[in-house]
């Protein structure tokens, strides 16, 4: 991503790193599939992976809440 900003799939692939390490960065993830959105804007893995990760984001944060 250094050496290529534009490279939609480095961007792709990193996001998938971040959703699915233990415990996953959905944040950072969400960032990423953006970037490759901005990119590429009709690229449907990053669009449909983008909402998986803001849906599991907010799981875990209801999840959270109702520990509380």
């Known amino acids: 991503i250094d050496l290529q900003p534009g490279y939609a799939e480095a961007h792709f692939n990193l996001?998938?790193?971040f959703?699915?390490?233990l415990p996953?960065?959905?944040e950072i993830a969400r960032r990423?599939?953006?970037r490759a959105l901005e990119l590429r804007p009709d690229w449907e893995p990053a669009l449909v992976n983008r909402d998986i990760a803001?849906?599991?984001a907010k799981l875990l944060e209801l999840e959270?809440?109702?520990r509380r």
């Open 15 to 17: 996001a998938l790193l």
């Open 19 to 21: 959703a699915e390490r």
């Open 24 to 26: 996953p960065a959905l």
């Open 32 to 34: 990423h599939y953006d």
């Open 54 to 56: 803001r849906a599991r």
């Open 64 to 66: 959270i809440a109702g």
